[in-house]
């Protein structure tokens, strides 16, 4: 168990006690289990006199994102995404290196597309590594944070530990999916970060052409840049939920985040065959290249629109699954 988890453990543990004793003096000589007092009134039972400081529950979100951040595999997941955008800029970098120009480009303008404009701005280098990394990379990362949620601290043995305190079941798991959003948001700025210091090192910066043929500045784009990194952030939350409600479902933390992966795996299988085109646009996936639309003028927003449709319904669905499951589960570990 590391410093942190032991830290977090033992602030739990004293956060009951102090719970325990505030409620001795509020009930005086009601019954904690229910019931009637000794004047045969009705009295509630002791969980619902449980009062939660919003200061607590910051401190709760804190002490997880702390935890999440500091692990090395939250570290090596990162440095793997931060890798992305190098090796693709260096590739560029020697494939054109003799004068040649890069191949690539789809009509609909998705990640390939990009990489054909990268000799001539840095920029676009953000483009090709959002759109080379959103298919695979960002989702496993995901998967693998979000599966690990409740099925590791269950294999660790803290999740009844963080169930003594009085933070109750739907607050942690609030918690749990706001860290994993949060780390969603971290990993994608690390890879947009990352091509940007790499494009910016390698190839010239500039006004940027976008889909549609016109030009605009090098501060609009950036502009759209960023734009590009919060929407396939957003694009993540249908698999957040999904890993979430899968870590609910079984003690190993293991278990949870290969199963994850495995189904991203095969959604993206199936996404790619036509005979499945009817229920395509209702896998979480089918919309994600859609933030290329933000490089046109003007911007395409159908697509968009119905990509942040479907992740907040994935996450309204497996997050509402996740509750029901976690409320009701028998913590014996």
């Known amino acids: 168990m590391s410093q942190a988890e032991a830290a977090r453990q033992g602030g739990a543990i004293e956060g009951a006690r102090k719970d325990r004793e505030g409620r001795k003096d509020r009930e005086g000589g009601k019954d904690r289990e229910g019931g009637k007092d000794r004047e045969g009134r009705e009295v509630r039972k002791?969980?619902?006199?449980?009062?939660?400081?919003?200061?607590?529950?910051?401190?709760?979100?804190?002490s997880e994102l702390l935890t999440t951040f500091r692990r090395?595999?939250?570290?090596?997941?990162?440095?793997?995404?931060a890798a992305v955008p190098i090796l693709v800029g260096i590739a560029v970098k020697i494939e054109t290196g003799d004068g040649g120009s890069m191949g690539g480009g789809g009509p609909q303008g998705g990640g390939p597309a990009f990489i054909s404009q990268i000799t001539n701005n840095g920029l676009f280098l953000v483009f090709t590594a959002?759109?080379?990394?959103?298919?695979?990379?960002l989702p496993m990362a995901i998967g693998v944070i979000a599966g690990d949620a409740i099925a590791g601290e269950a294999n660790a043995g803290t999740l009844r530990y963080l169930l003594v305190a009085p933070a109750g079941r739907t607050r942690l798991l609030l918690t749990k999916y706001a860290t994993t959003m949060a780390f969603c948001?971290?990993?994608t700025l690390v890879v947009a970060v990352?091509?940007?210091?790499v494009g910016a090192l390698l190839f010239p910066l500039g006004e940027l052409t976008t889909i549609s043929g016109t030009r605009i500045s090098f501060a609009e784009g950036l502009g759209r840049?960023?734009?590009?990194?919060?929407?396939?952030?957003?694009?993540?939350?249908?698999?957040?939920?999904?890993?979430?409600?899968?870590?609910?479902?079984?003690?190993?933390?293991?278990?949870?985040?290969?199963?994850?992966v495995g189904l991203l795996i095969t959604i993206q299988i199936l996404d790619q065959i036509p005979q499945l085109h009817a229920i395509q646009p209702y896998f979480f996936s089918h919309y994600w290249l859609s933030f290329a639309d933000l490089m046109r003028e003007p911007v395409y927003w159908d697509d968009l629109v119905k990509n942040l449709g479907i992740q907040a319904l994935y996450a309204a669905v497996f997050g509402s699954a996740a509750w029901a499951r976690f409320t009701?589960?028998?913590?014996?570990?």
């Open 46 to 62: 002791d969980r619902e006199f449980r009062k939660v400081s919003p200061l607590w529950t910051f401190g709760l979100l804190r």
């Open 72 to 81: 090395w595999r939250t570290l090596a997941l990162l440095a793997v995404l």
């Open 130 to 137: 959002l759109a080379a990394t959103l298919p695979f990379f």
């Open 185 to 187: 948001l971290v990993a």
């Open 194 to 197: 990352s091509a940007l210091t």
């Open 225 to 260: 840049a960023l734009l590009i990194a919060l929407v396939v952030a957003a694009s993540l939350i249908g698999v957040a939920a999904l890993g979430l409600f899968v870590s609910t479902l079984t003690n190993s933390g293991i278990a949870a985040m290969a199963t994850t």
């Open 328 to 333: 009701t589960k028998d913590i014996t570990a």
